[in-house]
């Protein structure tokens, strides 16, 4: 099966340099909310991610994902475990509490995936090219870029690595 897999972040691909590192400062983190972000701002880019994410599943007629990879070392525990089939419904305070840094895991099927990583990055993987979603992301002020996850189960750090800093996307 062909899966074409993007980026989707806030940050506008012009302003990377030739190693394609962003140029920019921006906050790039919940906690850095009330501190660089005012939380109205940060809620409104986090629902565009989280938007965006479920408008290229449902595109894809993807109805669930499985949790991989689950790393909570936070309280209150996640209201899911790790191999649980999430429904869309579920995806959204799954996603929300992933980009909170409150867990971290890969949401998974056999015909796409979403991901988070560290700063503010996303990745999709889907059957096909999503014009709507794409759409939908840059209407949100979300940049698509053609581009593979770098936390596939292979490539994904060993458990208890999840750590702002360590890698940047």
């Not at 506008?12 to 972000?37: C, H, K, M």
Request: glycine letters at 8%; hydrophobic letters at 35%; one cysteine or more.
């Amino acid at each position: 099966m062909i899966m074409y897999q993007y980026r989707v972040t806030k940050y506008d691909p012009a302003l990377r340099d030739e190693n394609g590192r962003y140029t920019r400062e921006e906050w790039i983190s919940f906690s850095q909310v009330g501190e660089l972000v005012p939380f109205e701002e940060y809620a409104r880019v986090e629902m565009a991610y989280i938007d965006t994410a479920l408008a290229f599943l449902r595109e894809n007629k993807v109805g669930e994902l499985r949790v991989k990879g689950l790393e909570n070392s936070k309280e209150p525990s996640a209201s899911f475990i790790e191999g649980k089939q999430l429904t869309l419904g579920e995806l959204e305070p799954a996603f929300r509490s992933v980009l909170r840094e409150e867990l971290w895991c890969r949401f998974e099927s056999r015909s796409a995936y979403v991901h988070f990583g560290w700063d503010y990055y996303m990745y999709v993987g889907v059957s096909s090219e999503c014009p709507s979603a794409r759409g939908i992301a840059k209407k949100l002020g979300l940049f698509v870029e053609d581009f593979k996850s770098p936390h596939t189960e292979r490539s994904t750090p060993k458990p208890g690595l999840f750590q702002r800093g360590i890698i940047r996307a």
